[in-house]
């Protein structure tokens, strides 16, 4: 019990230490007064609908430390969705869901930008294939903090247990610490095996089988077409595209696309 009591308050302490330690930057961040600026002024800009303004300075914020952010490429994608530039608005929400994971506002405007390159959105989507989506966004924070609400779970559960115990919940605690180690172990699997995503930001791309602009193209991309990133030099990015006829692979032009 002693032993059981120590590892628990471990825990705790490793809890606290993460949540504060993730709340310090943001605040240094906001301390900054060069950068609080520039938010006051893009927020203002936004909500006097003027978006140009917005949009130049949430970009300028992603030099001042803020390009992990993705509180800001989601007002990046809001500014560029009420610019009718739905490309561009589409990049900006999957940057977003890649940092802050799969949130349902940031899912909806993301599907609303499907809906407006013609591309299909939520409703064309099954249960399981929502569900694998979901979990495949997760990315390796999210994964911890699931690990971490499960182990403590688990332990809060084994506290009970140890003083009344039953078949039942012993399953049960050493199902929750089995998943909150697994999902431990898949933060950091996680973050070394993500893809890379591509999104066309301009429409008729050329998909060519080699990174010269000289060869006839294997297929003319649309806007907001989302594909895979394989390689890329300084001019041209490799990518694996889905289509009706199956997956193409081919070069595109680095400032036809954009990255996430």
Not at 21 to 30: E, P
Not at 70 to 80: F, P, S, T
Not at 177 to 196: E, F, K, P
Request: some cysteine; proline content about 3%.
């Amino acid at each position: 019990m002693r032993m059981l009591l120590r590892f628990q308050r471990v825990t705790f302490l490793l809890v606290v230490a993460f949540v504060v330690g993730g709340a310090t930057r943001l605040i240094a961040q906001s301390g900054d007064p060069a950068s609080q600026n520039t938010i006051q002024t893009a927020e203002q800009a936004y909500r006097q609908g003027h978006y140009q303004e917005a949009t130049r300075a949430y970009e300028s914020l992603l030099g001042m430390g803020y390009e992990r952010d993705g509180r800001v490429h989601y007002n990046l994608g809001n500014c560029a969705f009420r610019l009718r530039r739905y490309s561009k608005a589409l990049l900006e929400y999957e940057r977003a869901l890649r940092m802050l994971g799969p949130r349902e506002e940031i899912r909806f405007n993301r599907d609303l930008c499907l809906d407006r390159l013609g591309m299909g959105g939520r409703d064309r989507e099954g249960l399981l294939s929502s569900l694998r989506r979901r979990l495949a966004a997760f990315g390796p924070a999210a994964w911890f903090q699931l690990g971490l609400v499960l182990e403590a779970l688990g332990l809060l559960l084994l506290w009970f247990t140890l003083r009344r115990s039953t078949g039942v919940r012993v399953v049960a605690t050493l199902s929750l610490l089995v998943l909150g180690g697994l999902a431990q172990y898949r933060s950091l699997q996680t973050a070394d095996q993500r893809q890379v995503g591509i999104v066309v930001l301009d429409d008729r791309t050329a998909l060519r089988s080699e990174p010269r602009k000289d060869l006839e193209p294997i297929l003319l991309l649309p806007s907001g077409q989302r594909a895979r990133y394989l390689e890329g030099s300084e001019a041209w990015i490799k990518i694996r595209v889905s289509t009706p006829g199956g997956d193409k692979t081919g070069w595109v032009q680095k400032p036809r696309v954009g990255l996430y």
